[in-house]
């Protein structure tokens, strides 16, 4: 089946600093990929939609500055995370398309910590 | 403005019986609509999906019914075993490959 990877699997940073979190699609090309949030015991929240060679949609209340996605590759995603604040620790998704079935396969997920 | 909600935050169930999970949503232009298990720290898995232009779907123990009219939709999880205890998403989206909006989940404990 497809499989989408993320790294690093958890990751704890100081305040004021930047993260990268990757998103790979590893046995398919995924031309779009989604980028989600989840709050403790919220539901996933979705962030921005990263299309390959081209500029990412980000949703309402999402600051693109602070949140810089670059979907550089078929099968690759990045979301840095700038100027890390304790707020913005959260559990982060990502998901990529397939365009062959149309089907979403998500990531095992980044849990970020700030502190 | 949560547009896909699940109104029960959990549910408990003997191993053996039926688990129904429901689903409301307020947006007429969601046309697809899928429902994902979770665990905590762990990214969602697919159970299963429909689009709006059937009423019901089924997959092995999973049954996901589509009420249009009403905007609802509920999974049936039938026999319910205790590898099913886990957080249900519903998840809707305008078309099969667009972004989803998620529901708000609902915790399903299955009894021995």
């Known amino acids: 089946g497809a499989v989408v990877s993320q790294h690093p699997s958890w990751v704890i940073c100081k305040s004021g600093t930047s993260v990268k979190i990757e998103c790979r699609s590893l046995?398919?090309?995924?031309?779009?990929m989604f980028w989600y949030r989840q709050f403790p015991k919220q539901s996933l929240m979705l962030m921005a939609t990263?299309?390959?060679?081209?500029?990412?949609?980000?949703e309402q209340g999402v600051e693109k500055d602070k949140f810089l996605i670059n979907h550089a590759s078929l099968t690759l995603s990045t979301l840095t995370v700038t100027s890390a604040h304790p707020e913005d620790s959260s559990f982060y998704i990502c998901?990529?398309?397939?365009?062959?079935?149309?089907?979403?396969?998500f990531g095992p997920g980044t849990r970020l910590t700030v502190t | 403005d949560q547009q896909v909600k699940q109104n029960s935050p959990s549910l408990s169930v003997q191993e053996g019986r039926i688990s129904i999970l429901n689903c409301d949503y307020t947006n007429s232009m969601f046309d697809y609509f899928l429902w994902y298990k979770k665990y905590p720290a762990e990214g969602p898995t697919f159970l299963i999906s429909?689009?709006?232009?059937?009423d019901k779907n089924e997959d092995g123990r999973f049954t996901v019914f589509l009420n249009k009219s009403a905007k609802h939709l509920s999974l049936h999880i039938v026999p319910s075993q205790p590898g099913d205890s886990a957080v249900y998403f519903c998840?809707?989206?305008?078309?099969?490959?667009?972004?989803?909006?998620f529901g708000t989940g609902t915790r399903l404990a299955v009894r021995p």
């Open positions: 998840a809707a989206s305008k078309s099969s490959g667009d972004k989803l909006t």
């Open positions: 990263s299309n390959e060679g081209s500029k990412a949609t980000y």
């Open positions: 429909i689009s709006s232009i059937k």
């Open positions: 998901s990529a398309l397939d365009r062959r079935g149309y089907e979403q396969y």
């Open positions: 046995d398919f090309q995924a031309t779009t």
